[in-house]
Protein backbone atom coordinates (compact mmCIF):
# COMPACT_ATOMS: atom_id res chain seq x y z
CA UNK A 1 0.00 0.00 0.00
CA UNK A 2 1.12 3.43 -0.76
CA UNK A 3 0.72 6.96 0.47
CA UNK A 4 0.22 8.94 -2.65
CA UNK A 5 -2.01 9.33 -4.89
CA UNK A 6 -2.19 11.35 -8.25
CA UNK A 7 -5.34 13.97 -9.51
CA UNK A 8 -6.29 15.95 -11.56
CA UNK A 9 -9.29 18.43 -11.69
CA UNK A 10 -10.77 18.08 -14.69
CA UNK A 11 -11.14 20.69 -17.20
CA UNK A 12 -15.20 21.19 -16.43
CA UNK A 13 -14.35 21.77 -12.92
CA UNK A 14 -11.59 24.80 -13.31
CA UNK A 15 -13.83 26.13 -16.02
CA UNK A 16 -16.54 26.24 -13.58
CA UNK A 17 -14.66 27.98 -9.96
CA UNK A 18 -14.69 24.96 -8.29
CA UNK A 19 -10.84 24.15 -7.40
CA UNK A 20 -10.58 25.78 -4.42
CA UNK A 21 -13.53 24.05 -3.33
CA UNK A 22 -12.53 20.73 -4.60
CA UNK A 23 -8.83 21.12 -2.95
CA UNK A 24 -10.62 22.40 0.57
CA UNK A 25 -12.33 18.73 0.55
CA UNK A 26 -9.27 17.31 -0.63
CA UNK A 27 -7.48 19.12 2.56
CA UNK A 28 -10.67 18.64 5.40
CA UNK A 29 -9.70 14.75 4.09
CA UNK A 30 -5.93 14.67 5.85
CA UNK A 31 -4.88 14.71 2.30
CA UNK A 32 -1.36 17.06 2.30
CA UNK A 33 -0.24 18.35 -1.32
CA UNK A 34 2.82 17.03 -2.27
CA UNK A 35 2.66 18.72 -5.71
CA UNK A 36 0.51 20.71 -7.84
CA UNK A 37 0.24 22.78 -11.25
CA UNK A 38 -2.21 24.14 -13.37
CA UNK A 39 -1.45 22.48 -16.98
CA UNK A 40 -3.63 22.98 -20.23
CA UNK A 41 -2.52 19.44 -22.17
CA UNK A 42 -1.79 19.12 -25.40
CA UNK A 43 -3.56 16.38 -27.52
CA UNK A 44 0.20 14.56 -27.74
CA UNK A 45 -0.02 14.96 -23.75
CA UNK A 46 -3.32 14.00 -23.28
CA UNK A 47 -3.15 10.86 -25.49
CA UNK A 48 -0.05 9.70 -24.21
CA UNK A 49 -1.23 9.99 -20.41
CA UNK A 50 -4.66 8.45 -21.34
CA UNK A 51 -2.52 5.79 -23.80
CA UNK A 52 -4.05 2.82 -21.91
CA UNK A 53 -7.66 3.74 -23.30
CA UNK A 54 -6.46 4.01 -26.68
CA UNK A 55 -8.18 1.15 -28.62
CA UNK A 56 -11.59 2.01 -26.52
CA UNK A 57 -14.43 4.05 -28.75
CA UNK A 58 -14.69 6.92 -26.20
CA UNK A 59 -10.38 7.43 -26.77
CA UNK A 60 -10.80 10.28 -28.88
CA UNK A 61 -13.85 12.30 -26.87
CA UNK A 62 -11.68 11.26 -23.60
CA UNK A 63 -8.38 13.11 -25.29
CA UNK A 64 -10.73 16.27 -26.56
CA UNK A 65 -12.12 16.73 -23.09
CA UNK A 66 -9.15 16.84 -21.33
CA UNK A 67 -7.38 19.16 -23.84
CA UNK A 68 -10.49 21.78 -23.85
CA UNK A 69 -9.21 23.82 -20.99
CA UNK A 70 -7.26 23.98 -18.04
CA UNK A 71 -6.44 21.33 -15.45
CA UNK A 72 -4.83 21.46 -12.25
CA UNK A 73 -2.58 17.97 -11.62
CA UNK A 74 -1.44 17.36 -7.73
CA UNK A 75 0.26 14.36 -5.89
CA UNK A 76 -1.09 14.07 -2.70
CA UNK A 77 0.28 12.18 0.41
CA UNK A 78 -2.18 10.05 3.02
CA UNK A 79 -1.86 6.70 4.70
CA UNK A 80 -4.39 4.16 2.08
CA UNK A 81 -4.08 7.37 -0.30
CA UNK A 82 -5.32 5.56 -3.30
CA UNK A 83 -8.50 3.97 -1.66
CA UNK A 84 -9.12 6.61 0.34
CA UNK A 85 -9.22 8.87 -2.38
CA UNK A 86 -11.18 7.45 -4.45
CA UNK A 87 -13.89 6.92 -1.83
CA UNK A 88 -13.16 11.30 -1.73
CA UNK A 89 -14.59 11.65 -4.93
CA UNK A 90 -16.93 8.73 -5.64
CA UNK A 91 -18.35 7.51 -8.74
CA UNK A 92 -17.47 7.98 -12.21
CA UNK A 93 -20.90 8.73 -12.42
CA UNK A 94 -22.52 11.74 -10.15
CA UNK A 95 -26.04 10.15 -10.36
CA UNK A 96 -24.02 7.30 -8.51
CA UNK A 97 -21.73 8.75 -6.42
CA UNK A 98 -22.21 9.20 -2.62
CA UNK A 99 -24.01 12.59 -1.38
CA UNK A 100 -20.95 15.19 -0.12
CA UNK A 101 -18.59 12.95 -2.51
CA UNK A 102 -16.44 15.41 -5.25
CA UNK A 103 -18.40 13.89 -8.41
CA UNK A 104 -21.32 13.97 -6.05
CA UNK A 105 -21.11 17.97 -5.63
CA UNK A 106 -19.57 19.41 -8.86
CA UNK A 107 -19.10 16.53 -11.51
CA UNK A 108 -22.48 17.27 -14.40
CA UNK A 109 -22.35 13.70 -16.37
CA UNK A 110 -19.63 10.55 -16.26
CA UNK A 111 -17.62 12.00 -19.22
CA UNK A 112 -18.07 16.15 -16.97
CA UNK A 113 -17.35 14.32 -14.05
CA UNK A 114 -15.00 16.82 -12.70
CA UNK A 115 -11.64 14.90 -11.23
CA UNK A 116 -9.44 12.05 -11.76
CA UNK A 117 -8.16 10.27 -8.75
CA UNK A 118 -5.76 6.94 -9.23
CA UNK A 119 -7.18 3.44 -9.62
CA UNK A 120 -4.08 1.61 -7.83
CA UNK A 121 -0.60 2.11 -6.04
CA UNK A 122 1.15 1.12 -9.28
CA UNK A 123 -1.02 3.82 -11.66
CA UNK A 124 -0.66 6.67 -8.86
CA UNK A 125 2.92 6.22 -8.88
CA UNK A 126 2.99 5.97 -13.00
CA UNK A 127 0.47 8.76 -12.95
CA UNK A 128 2.75 10.86 -10.58
CA UNK A 129 5.83 10.97 -12.60
CA UNK A 130 4.13 11.53 -15.93
CA UNK A 131 3.57 15.06 -14.02
CA UNK A 132 5.73 15.76 -11.80
CA UNK A 133 9.98 14.82 -11.65
CA UNK A 134 10.93 14.50 -7.93
CA UNK A 135 12.67 17.68 -8.23
CA UNK A 136 8.68 19.14 -8.26
CA UNK A 137 7.48 16.73 -5.26
CA UNK A 138 8.08 18.08 -1.49
Do not use: C
Not at 18 to 45: H, N, W
Not at 95 to 109: H, L
Amino acid sequence: MSNITFTMIKPDAVANGYTGKIIDQILEAGFTIQAMKYVRLSEETAGAFYDIHRERSFFKELVDFMTSGTIVAAVLVKDNAVADFRTLIGATDPAKAEPGTVRNRFAKSIEANAIHGSDSDANAAHEASFFFSAFERF
